[in-house]
């Protein structure tokens, strides 16, 4: 088994060999195959240099790469995103970088809203039925340097890099559990990675992939 470098997985068996064995050696590695894609489409990540916020730019939202379109209109200052490929940034006359940043980041932080507080919904409930009692936190977001996020046991609180929606959700997902398991450990004992590892296996191939990712960003 191979993984090419445009992430296709390519197969070699025996002519003799049945389609269902071949199947069933494929899905017993989608471990193998998740750590792989991970490991290259970080590495694979090209330079991204800083937005000028400027017809045709493209930037990345939850790992999508998606295209910048800036419209001039007397209306109020707003912006439409497609959820796929596009981003329209609908400015008034005179706009400067300063205005079309502050208008990007009021983007980031409804984003923000909703895909951080639909993970901690995802990852309380797996803790619930793993019967790991903790607390369904604040979840709040912020502009972190060095940290992806934190948790502070004693105020049920969880706070989430705003950077991390440009990634790809695997790695919202990934940090979401590391706070989550704080509830339980204050630490980073082995406790508190096999707690990490049981809801997932892959955390390492994950963390080593998120910081890959933003390297090549600004």
Known sequence: MRIAKDGTVHVSANAY?????????????????KRALFKLEALTSKKIEALTYTTGETMSILGMPVQLEVVETNEKAHIKFDGARLLSMFVKPGYTYEDKYKLMDIFWR????????????????????AGIDVPMPTVKQQRMKSRWGSCTPTKELIKM????????????EYVMIHEFAHFKYWDHSKNFHHLVAQFLPDWKERKKSLNLYFAHRP
Not at 17 to 33: C, K, L, Q, S, W
Not at 110 to 129: I, M, N, S
Not at 161 to 170: C, D, I, S, T, V
């Open 17 to 33: 060999v049945p389609d269902h064995r071949i199947d069933a050696f494929v899905i017993d590695n989608v471990p193998f195959i």
């Open 110 to 129: 409804q984003l923000g809203e909703k895909v951080f507080h639909h993970w901690a919904q995802v990852v309380y409930k797996r803790f619930q039925q």
């Open 161 to 172: 890099n705003m950077r991390l929606l440009e990634g790809p959700q695997a790695y919202i």
